[in-house]
Nanobody, 127 residues
Framework: QLRLVESGGGLVQPGGSLRLSCAAS????????IGWFRQAPGKEREGVSC????????YYPDSVKGRFTLSRDNAKNTVYLQMNSLKPEDTGLYYC????????????????????WGQGTQVTVSS
């Protein structure tokens, strides 16, 4: 059974950085990639970064492009989200999720193929 565990959230000042981790176990060939999503109070959950396992293709929406970077450690079955130049609007509960969609853009924009979520880690950007 697939299990995802996020960690690395916390409180950071505007302009600061955080690195989130998503440790996975129980992966099968049904899954093509991992996505990071965030949900702020009163808002819908939105995709912020997605990566393909097969070739490392990534997708970032304009809101985080140039500030967020995905990386993966296949030996540890872990995906990392490096977040730099954080803004107050980046505040939210961050989840990682596995996707059965081969399209990283569809995963991030439409949550296509997303079927398994972690428990989330809180990121708060505030002075």
């Amino acid at each position: 059974q697939l299990r995802l565990v996020e960690s690395g959230g916390g409180l950071v000042q505007p302009g600061g950085s955080l690195r989130l981790s998503c440790a996975a176990s129980g992966f099968t060939s049904d899954y093509y990639g991992i996505g990071w999503f965030r949900q702020a109070p009163g808002k819908e959950r939105e995709g912020v970064s997605c990566i393909s396992f097969s070739d490392g293709t990534t997708y970032y929406p304009d809101s985080v492009k140039g500030r967020f970077t995905l990386s993966r450690d296949n030996a540890k079955n872990t995906v990392y989200l490096q977040m730099n130049s954080l803004k107050p609007e980046d505040t939210g509960l961050y989840y990682c999720a596995a996707s059965s969609s081969p399209s990283v853009q569809a995963t991030c924009v439409y949550k296509r193929g997303v079927g398994s979520w972690g428990q989330g880690t809180q990121v708060t950007v505030s002075s």
